[in-house]
């Protein structure tokens, strides 16, 4: 009874501390759940390519950060490519990319492959393929090497890093997305990232590829009930956490430009499958316009994704973000 009296009497004392050990336990959950990239090893600050006597070299990596500002007029397109053992399927994609690269923007591009940890030889395959078909010296295909594997996101965010480019293109190793649609990525993202009131300045700006249009043709309908349900549920949480703009977030083809990269990639913490919605976050987050785009895809077998495991963190790495942020945990303004 006398319990009951003090709960009654001190009822709004009560109820604040019972919230306010709330909220600290929700904040001390999302930090021991939360991500940091870890810092880069000294030799995942170099890259390998071959020089123009077919030797290959070893040399520091660019900055992107210090970059001077005619470097966009030699490099008009950086193309990032995440590899975990792709020996079997990045031939095609790198045959398909050079051959469009070459007729669309002649020398004025790169190719950075990030070699994720891969047991296959992904990077003395690529070095391979470089020299003896595809004849490109260090200005136009590089390799860096990772040396323990940090995930897809981890991977794509040091290749962002230290390109060189004006415009950044990831595109995922196995070439499911038709690499010329990169042409309608550059022309959206042109059409956003001009300043309404300086003709000279450049906005932020993000164009991404989306498979969205095909959600009713053979590509996705051929798909297994357990991966089209999972999709489905994913798409869900999305939405329900706050990404309502934008259709397709996981789709492996998207363009930066370089002034978005240097406002996103920096802060970015998530190192997995899920590091395309902390992109997107970060860009609503800081006002960064975004356009999706439909492009040509279609599905390409050998996905290094263990499908009801990947899926289930990545719907605990989705809320994990989404509170992180809500929470102060990870801030848009402070360097990861």
């Known amino acids: ?4 009296r003090f709960l009654i009497e001190n009822k709004n004392t009560v109820c604040f501390t019972l919230l306010v050990a709330l909220v600290l336990s929700l904040y001390l959950l999302v930090y021991l759940f939360s991500h940091n990239p870890r810092p880069s090893y000294p030799e995942e ?6 020089d123009d006597n077919g030797v290959e070299i070893t040399r520091a990596l660019p900055n992107l950060g210090e970059l001077q500002g005619d470097e966009d007029q030699k490099i008009f397109l950086s193309v990032v490519i995440p590899s975990y053992n792709e020996t079997a399927r990045i031939l095609l994609m790198l045959t398909d990319a050079i051959n469009f690269l070459k007729k669309k923007y002649g020398t004025r591009w790169e190719i950075v492959i990030v070699d994720d940890g891969s047991t296959d030889n992904t990077t003395q395959y690529c070095l391979k393929i470089c020299r003896e078909q595809f004849k490109l010296n260090y200005e136009q295909f590089r390799i860096i090497k990772l040396s323990e594997n940090r995930g897809k996101g981890g991977a794509v965010r040091q290749g962002f890093l230290h390109i060189r480019g004006k415009y950044g293109l990831f595109a995922d ?4 997305s038709k690499f010329s649609d990169v042409e ?3 022309e959206a993202i042109k059409t956003i990232e001009t300043s309404d009131t300086d003709a000279n300045a450049i906005k932020p700006a993000v164009a991404i ?7 009713n043709t053979e590509a996705v309908i051929k ?3 357990i991966r089209n349900c999972l999709m489905y549920g994913f798409h869900t949480l999305v939405f329900i956490f706050g990404i309502r703009s934008i259709k397709d977030t996981q789709c492996g083809f998207k363009l930066f430009n370089r002034a978005a990269i240097l406002r996103i990639f920096p802060y970015l913490h998530t190192e997995g499958w899920i590091f395309d919605v902390e992109i997107l976050i970060l860009a609503i987050r800081k006002r960064i316009q975004i356009k999706e785009i439909p492009i040509s895809w279609h599905e390409v077998d ?3 994704m263990a499908l009801a495991v990947d899926s289930i963190k990545m719907a605990k790495d989705l809320v994990v973000i989404r509170m992180a942020y809500l929470l102060g945990i990870y801030r848009d303004n402070k360097k990861c």
Not at 173 to 176: E, K, N, P, S
Request: glycine share 10%.
């Open 184 to 186: 309608k990525l550059v």
């Open 302 to 304: 050998g996905s290094k």
């Open 209 to 215: 590829g989306s498979r969205a249009h095909m959600v």
């Open 173 to 176: 190793a196995d070439g499911a």
């Open 45 to 50: 600050l170099k890259y390998t390519a071959i």
């Open 1 to 4: 009874m006398v319990a009951l």
């Open 223 to 225: 798909r297994s009930m």
